[in-house]
């Protein structure tokens, strides 16, 4: 799957939407295919504050446990709730409704391209 060229990627595969002052944050379709079946996230509370690169949330698979990394410094403004009762949106639809959580962000990090991010991948 290609990977889309609006959003930045983290080498840790997740991917951020910029709008403005905040991003959307989620997992890229290469992560999802790699910890399998989700089937729990624990993700950071709206006014907890993120630190980039800093571990900020699990995602839970039948596989393996993985971490969420902020992809920046900022505050988290909202959480995708609908995942609690359904994580296994995030394997269905990484980059639309299995959005994770989205940031005020404070400072932009310089992120990846979709090419770049592929050829980290292989893909």
Do not use: F, R
């Not at 910890?35 to 950071?44: K, Q, T």
Request: charged share 20%.
């Amino acid at each position: 799957m290609a990977n889309p060229e609006n959003l930045k990627y983290t080498k840790e595969h997740e991917w951020v939407l910029i709008e403005g002052e905040t991003a959307t944050v989620g997992i890229t379709q290469y992560a999802a295919d790699a910890l399998g079946e989700i089937v729990y996230v624990d993700l950071p509370k709206p006014g907890s504050s993120t630190s980039y690169m800093k571990i900020c949330g699990e995602i839970e698979s039948t596989k393996s446990v993985g971490e969420l990394y902020a992809p920046m410094d900022g505050e988290v403004v909202e959480a995708n709730g609908s995942l609690a009762a359904s994580p296994e949106v995030i394997n269905q639809d990484p980059y639309g409704a299995g959005w994770l959580i989205k940031i005020k962000y404070t400072a932009l990090p310089e992120l990846l391209t979709a090419a770049e991010y592929a050829q980290l991948t292989g893909e």
